[in-house]
């Protein structure tokens, strides 16, 4: 699903209007980013938990040529469902 299709989607059917909407969803992203870059971790009762995990530095292989390729250490977002999403889909 595509933002403008999330927006649409939620605004429909909260019956606000689509900017009030996305203005919610873009206040959402910037202060799950700010919260994670600065605590490490980001949790929404019932949904999951965003986490902020550095990347060793290490050697892959360039899946096209076979080629060895060397990654720098780098920080990535992770998420871990909570247990009620994980029985949703169970």
Excluded: W
């Excluded at 989607?9 to 019956?15: F, T």
């Excluded at 360039?62 to 247990?83: D, I, R």
């Amino acid at each position: 699903m595509k933002k403008t299709e999330l927006v649409a989607k939620l605004a429909e059917d909260s019956e606000i209007s689509q900017a009030a909407t996305k203005k919610v969803i873009d206040g959402l992203v910037t202060t799950i980013l700010k919260t994670v870059k600065k605590e490490k971790r980001f949790a929404v009762s019932g949904l999951g938990v965003f986490h902020l995990v550095k990347r060793a530095k290490r050697t892959c292989r360039n899946p096209q040529t076979g080629e060895p390729v060397k990654v720098k250490a780098h920080y990535a977002l992770t998420f871990k469902p909570s247990k009620s999403v994980k029985q949703d889909f169970a």
